[in-house]
């Protein structure tokens, strides 16, 4: 069986390497990093405005990884900006949202990390808290810069987040947003100071979100439920 590929959405922004200073499609390493280690092969999906491209990328796709990014618009889910809410990308949001359309008709397999989790909430007809800190009082979630917060959850037993990674662990996070409502979905696990940090879509398919960012760690168990999925929906479609 020939590794299944796993399709990761990309940030849009200016960027500076070597003598070049222009918009850029890119996104962190790790990403691909921690797909090809646990057995994927990694694709890069940048932000496309095409009609019928969502349906035609989803069809060459195993799997799907909603990566890290910017705020998403509060306009998408009936909302005004918070005053911490910012850097929103219109463009990524669409096309994102269009995958997330294409995936749930194909029954793809789909991971969502940080930005990933809060726009599949908002797909779903969910919305975020806007600067969790408001809520929690502390900023550990996110506790600024390039720097990953360290934070302990707990997930929910009988979950297929809970198979994955176990009862408890610490994660990477980096989020000042959070999600508040997810309709269609359960909570999977929440950190100790009650923030909703997985969800997952109840049935047989891989459909899981995490606020943490699973491929900053040596413990990929989440990526490698993704890839496992991801082989036997190709497996299937195949046949």
């Keep these: 069986m020939s590794a299944p590929v796993i399709g990761l959405t990309t940030y849009r ?10 918009p850029a499609d890119l996104l962190p390493t790790a990403y691909a990093a921690a797909v090809e280690a646990t057995g994927g092969l990694a694709v890069l999906l ?13 069809g060459r796709l195993d799997g799907l990884v909603m990566t ?32 997330l359309d294409a995936a749930g ?4 397999p789909v991971l969502g ?27 550990e979630h ?36 959070s999600v508040a409502t997810h309709p269609g979905w359960v909570a999977a696990a929440r950190a100790e100071d009650g923030t909703l940090e997985a969800m997952e879509v109840p049935g047989d398919r891989f459909c899981v979100a995490v606020q943490w960012h699973p491929e900053t760690a040596a413990d990929v168990g989440l990526l490698a439920g993704l890839v496992r999925a991801a082989a036997s929906y190709a497996a299937g479609r195949d046949a």
């Design 13 to 22: 922004e200016q960027a500076r390497w070597g003598v070049w200073d222009q």
């Design 46 to 58: 940048p932000p496309l405005d095409q009609v019928g491209a969502a349906d035609a990328v989803v």
């Design 68 to 99: 890290g990014g910017a705020d998403v618009d509060p306009a998408r889910y009936g909302a005004e900006p918070h005053a911490r809410t910012a850097g929103w990308r219109p463009e990524r949001d669409a096309w994102e949202l269009a995958l």
């Design 105 to 108: 008709a194909a029954g793809l």
């Design 113 to 139: 990390v940080c930005r990933g989790m809060q726009l599949m909430a908002v797909h779903a007809g969910g919305a975020l808290d806007q600067h969790t800190p408001d809520l929690v009082g502390h900023e």
């Design 142 to 177: 996110s506790p600024g810069g390039d720097a990953f917060g360290r934070t302990a959850v707990r997930t929910v037993p009988g979950t297929l987040v809970a198979g994955l990674v176990g009862e408890r662990l610490d994660v990477a996070c980096h989020h000042h947003q």
